[in-house]
């Protein structure tokens, strides 16, 4: 993926704090899954939209 993920993956927020994240899917390493520090913090869930693969 060419551009920069800019929401998080599971609430949808713009990432901006320089806690936020962003990594490749750990089960097809195809989609760029963003996490603002909330939804880390909260283990909240997420989907990847490529492969279905469901993590915290």
């Known amino acids: 993926m060419a551009n920069p993920v800019k929401k998080c993956i ?6 901006t704090e320089p806690q936020d994240t962003s990594f490749s899917c750990p089960g097809c390493g195809k989609t760029k899954i963003g996490r603002c520090t909330h939804c880390r913090i909260q283990s909240a869930n997420y989907l990847c939209t490529e492969c279905g693969f469901e993590g915290p």
Not at 10 to 15: D, E, H, I, T
């Open 10 to 15: 599971s609430c949808g927020v713009p990432l």
